[in-house]
């Protein structure tokens, strides 16, 4: 199995950046009946005022080379065209467990 952990920071006002992780976590957690390959997701928007980060998703896929197939899944990549225009940052670790 396949941890996939990407963080992402966004650009905006607070109130901005909350209406664009809003948006962007229902369209993920909308995708594991979507996607054969994905096993979990999981989506935090960060409460701590005193950090950086926005965003945080945890997936779960069986291989590495899944990692691969859902990132290029149309229903992924329309998600992540939500942060268009808002992606300051982004930061992944993908790891075997």
């Not at 950086?52 to 899944?73: C, E, G, Q, R, S």
Request: include cysteine.
């Amino acid at each position: 199995m396949v941890k996939h952990i990407v963080t992402f920071k966004l650009t905006g006002s607070p109130q901005e950046r909350l209406d664009v992780a809003t948006r962007f976590k229902e369209a993920l957690l909308s995708l594991p009946p979507q996607i054969p390959v994905l096993e979990s997701m999981e989506v935090g928007i960060n409460s701590n005022p005193a950090e950086k980060w926005d965003v945080v998703l945890t997936a779960i896929v069986p291989t590495m080379a899944d990692v691969a197939t859902y990132a290029a899944h149309p229903a992924h990549v329309a998600a992540a065209s939500l942060l268009a225009g808002h992606k300051a940052d982004r930061a992944c670790v993908d790891y075997e467990f």
